[in-house]
């Protein structure tokens, strides 16, 4: 079975542009969760959706936004790009309590 | 509030020392989900075991252990005989039970196996 995949790997973005970052879960997973890892917060919750509804959500500013697909492909946004994005963005999917991590998308603002 | 607390910031082994690696957590959630996490260099987070709460059993996976102890709050992790190959980010992980998708990382553990 094919894992969690990330596109893209890598980004550099200048300050105040816009990124999407898309996620593909594991076939049959149909929740997706993305996160945010920097060297000073560490591992961060930013939001879950299941089904196309977003049922969790993190303490993220409204600049970060996603949305989940009919099959369950999943795409994070973030508007007005600052210096403070610069991280590893993770996605999860999982079909019970465990979930399992795609490789993650290295964002760097410029 | 959740919080997850790993004291150990780094660890230094030889190679074939057993290793084990700390976690405290916080939850009033009476329901809840324990994880261990590996991040090698590559950056993926590998999921290596859970534990329900409600299943305080500890078990032995290969040459991967814990000691999950409700009354301490903690849920320890052991590598025996550890290779270079364990070198990595250990992460601890907790999830409610009435958290959709959230899990509540602890800091991480720098492990450093030396041959």
């Known amino acids: 079975k094919a894992g969690v995949t990330q596109t893209p790997r890598y980004l550099i973005k200048t300050r105040g542009q816009q990124v999407t970052l898309s996620c593909s879960p594991i076939?049959?997973?149909?929740?997706v969760s993305w996160y945010q890892q920097t060297p000073g917060q560490g591992l961060q919750f930013l939001f879950e959706?299941?089904?196309?509804?977003?049922?969790n959500k993190g303490n993220f500013p409204g600049r970060f936004s996603g949305r989940q697909f009919s099959n369950s492909r999943s795409e994070m946004n973030v508007s007005t790009l600052e210096l403070g994005d610069s991280a590893l963005y993770l996605c999860?999917?999982?079909?019970?309590?465990?979930?399992?991590f795609g490789p993650g998308t290295r964002l760097l603002v410029l | 509030a959740q919080k997850v607390t790993q004291a150990q910031t780094e660890i230094s082994v030889v190679e074939k020392e057993d290793v084990t690696l700390d976690c405290v957590y916080e939850?009033?959630?009476?329901?809840?989900?324990l994880f261990w996490y590996k991040q090698p260099p590559s950056g993926e987070l590998v999921f290596l075991i859970r534990r329900n709460s409600f299943d305080e059993q500890n078990e032995i996976s290969g040459r991967y252990s814990w000691n999950f102890q409700k009354s301490t709050s903690s849920f320890n992790f052991t590598i025996t005989a550890s290779q270079v190959v364990d070198s990595a980010v250990y992460f601890c992980?907790?999830?409610?039970?009435?958290?959709?998708?959230?899990?509540?990382f602890g800091q991480g553990t720098i492990l450093t196996v030396h041959p």
């Open positions: 959706y299941f089904s196309e509804t977003q049922r």
């Open positions: 076939s049959g997973h149909r929740s």
């Open positions: 992980a907790l999830k409610g039970g009435t958290s959709y998708g959230k899990l509540t």
């Open positions: 999860a999917s999982s079909r019970g309590e465990t979930q399992y």
């Open positions: 939850t009033r959630d009476t329901t809840y989900y």
